[in-house]
């Protein structure tokens, strides 16, 4: 009996410890250039503040963003389309890779600038890339970004209202892609976001620009960690109370064999 017991305090020992190791929350920041970006650290370095330390950032991409303990990994490939990524299944790749919990994305800068492809497309695209999140991961939380405002006098005006075209689309397009177990939250980083003094080149943000990005990713990526790490604490600490439940069970019926037998 003593030996059963202490036995079974050791098994919900060790399942109490991979409970801990698993509320690891993954988060992907998925892309283009803009993506690839340092507002990444400055977002680590908010959420470090704030007590958050339970996120592991991934992708196959590493970048070389400066600061204390940066997690480099992400998904922001240079010069990429969202029509493109759509079309050759390149996100299914990258998804299978790292499988992520979270998704801060931040993409269609280029299918405007460089693809002019219509908003419908972009949208349709979109689609295809949320049904690819959630076909890898049912419960994706899924943080969405509308697109940076370009410096008129470096950018075509084309591109620059089709950037503001795009982006009221995206105002209601990201909200009615929202459901109850696969959270959209729509994020504005067009607002107060100056395309002179907040980038490099007019397009990319500079460390103005990064750190402004980073507070409007923080409460909704703060949000998103805590919802997949509160769901698998819940899920597990049900699963440790019927291992407890089934363990006490067979001490007993152990117990009761051998008194019988003796
Ligand atoms: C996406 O996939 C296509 C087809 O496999 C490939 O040619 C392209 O390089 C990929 N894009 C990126 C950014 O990896």
């Not at 963003?65 to 998904?75: K, T």
Request: with cysteine; net charge positive; glycine share 8%.
């Amino acid at each position: 009996m003593v030996k059963l017991a202490a036995f079974g305090a050791f098994a919900l020992l060790s399942l109490a410890s991979q409970v801990l190791a698993q509320t690891t929350v993954k988060v992907m920041p998925f892309g283009a250039s803009i993506v690839s970006k340092c507002w990444r650290a400055n977002l680590q370095a908010k959420l470090k503040n704030s007590g958050i330390k339970n996120f592991d950032f991934v992708g196959s991409l590493s970048g070389t963003c400066g600061g204390n303990g940066v997690d480099q990994d992400h998904e922001g490939h240079s010069g990429s389309l969202a029509t493109d990524y759509a079309k050759n299944g390149n996100l299914t790749v990258w998804l299978d890779k790292n499988p992520p919990d979270v998704v801060i994305m931040l993409l269609g800068t280029n299918d405007v600038l460089l693809g002019k492809k219509p908003v419908n497309d972009i949208l349709a695209a979109y689609d295809v890339l949320l049904s690819q999140m959630r076909a890898k991961n049912a419960k994706m939380q899924i943080i969405f970004s509308n697109l940076l405002p370009l410096d008129p006098a470096r950018w075509p005006q084309d591109g620059v209202n089709g950037i503001k075209t795009l982006n009221s689309a995206i105002a209601t397009y990201a909200p009615r892609k929202s459901t109850a177990q696969s959270p959209v939250t729509f994020v504005d980083n067009f607002a107060g976001f100056d395309a002179v003094s907040d980038t490099t080149d007019g397009e990319h943000p500079n460390d103005a620009g990064n750190e402004k990005m980073a507070k409007k990713f923080f409460q909704p990526t703060v949000n998103a960690v805590q919802v997949v790490a509160r769901s698998r604490k819940l899920l597990k600490g049900k699963r440790v109370t019927s291992v407890a439940r089934r363990e006490a069970m067979a001490n007993e019926v152990n117990e009761g064999t051998k008194e019988s037998t003796v």
